[in-house]
T-cell receptor
Framework: SQQGEEDPQALSIQEGENATMNCSYK?????LQWYRQNSGRGLVHLIL?????REKHSGRLRVTLDTSKKSSSLLITASRAADTASYFCASYIPGNTPLVFGKGTRLSVIA | SQTIHQWPATLVQPVGSPLSLECTVE??????LYWYRQAAGRGLQLLFY??????ISSEVPQNLSASRPQDRQFILSSKKLLLSDSGFYLC?????????FGPGTRLTVT
């Protein structure tokens, strides 16, 4: 079953703009992670945020987590053409079950 | 540092033929291992995961199987491929954090 749902499904922005992607999930989680996938490639782990954290930064990435709303957002600031990729959220559900992925947001950054 | 290898990178197989995809992890011990499949333009579907040698959990009943003959080796197999088995197959590992993904195998069943 699908645990995470990313929104929007697709996003197109100009280089230099900020990109915001959202993720909603259904059940309680231990942590939530964001991944990037360039076309035809494997997934690259971007950032992990634990259920007791509200915000986390890594370079141009900012992730927020609202456990009361069961949602997370990924903000990419000052986007670059190289940020063009699909972005997935995934979560660990208590009980040590494997990571469950959403369907992803396709981000296009136009130079 | 840890690395994960998958091969082959691409594969074209006829319907009804067997399949064997291999994944190995280096630089860690007793990892959890995973096989995911991604259909074109879709999200990731967990197929199998393993918490130890010989321990395999199946998430989706189908004509695929998985085995873990060694601690850091995970194999995805099929006796007879179907057209619907086409997709991008990703192996991943985790120890505490992650999982961390391999480069994937693009399988086309013709």
């Amino acid at each position: 079953s699908q645990q995470g749902e990313e929104d929007p499904q697709a996003l197109s922005i100009q280089e230099g703009e900020n990109a915001t992607m959202n993720c909603s999930y259904k059940t309680s989680i231990n942590n939530l992670q964001w991944y990037r996938q360039n076309s035809g490639r494997g997934l690259v782990h971007l950032i992990l945020i634990r259920s007791n954290e509200r915000e986390k930064h890594s370079g141009r990435l900012r992730v927020t987590l609202d456990t009361s709303k069961k949602s997370s957002s990924l903000l990419i600031t000052a986007s670059r053409a190289a940020d063009t990729a699909s972005y997935f959220c995934a979560s660990y559900i208590p009980g040590n079950t494997p990571l469950v992925f959403g369907k992803g947001t396709r981000l296009s950054v136009i130079a | 540092s840890q690395t994960i290898h998958q091969w082959p990178a691409t594969l074209v197989q006829p319907v009804g033929s067997p399949l064997s995809l291999e994944c190995t992890v280096e630089g860690t011990s007793n990892p959890n291992l995973y096989w995911y499949r991604q259909a074109a333009g879709r999200g990731l579907q967990l197929l199998f995961y393993s918490v130890g040698i010989g321990q395999i959990s199946s998430e989706v009943p189908q004509n695929l199987s998985a085995s873990r003959p060694q601690d850091r080796q995970f194999i995805l197999s099929s006796k007879k491929l179907l057209l619907s088995d086409s997709g991008f197959y990703l192996c991943a590992w985790s120890v505490g954090g992650g999982p961390y993904f391999g480069p994937g195998t693009r399988l086309t069943v013709t």
